[in-house]
């Protein structure tokens, strides 16, 4: 094997685990409403403690569960949302970014 083959086996081997690494990682990180984005869009990880005051659009009954940007198998208690890349949201949380699912 030459130099050049050696560096792409080096760097593709490496690309590969540091996505693997990724994908491991993605799947234990919950959503923290510390976290500058949950903060920015008013996230809430449980939502039956919105408080509609600090939330003028919140409505009773809204959930990450029921909004369109969420993505869960049916059973599953936590999701994907686009504004959380690499993290979970759990289907109980709210944010003001919330868009009825369709």
């Keep these: 094997m030459n130099q050049n083959s050696a560096r792409r086996v080096f760097l593709m081997t490496l690309a590969t685990g540091s996505a693997a690494l990724a994908t491991g990682a993605q799947a234990q990180t919950?959503?923290?409403?510390?976290?500058?984005?949950?903060?920015?869009?008013?996230?809430?990880?449980?939502?039956?403690?919105?408080?509609?005051?600090?939330?003028?659009?919140?409505?009773?009954?809204?959930?990450?569960?029921?909004?369109?940007?969420?993505?869960?198998?049916?059973?599953?208690?936590?999701?994907?949302?686009?504004?959380?890349?690499?993290k979970l949201v759990s289907g109980k949380a709210w944010c003001k970014t919330w868009s009825k699912k369709t």
């Excluded at 923290?32 to 939330?55: F, I, L, M, S, W």
């Design 30 to 86: 919950l959503v923290d409403e510390t976290d500058p984005v949950a903060d920015a869009v008013g996230y809430v990880a449980d939502a039956q403690y919105v408080d509609p005051k600090r939330h003028l659009y919140f409505v009773a009954g809204q959930s990450c569960a029921t909004c369109t940007f969420y993505k869960a198998k049916p059973a599953n208690q936590v999701g994907s949302c686009p504004l959380f890349v690499g």
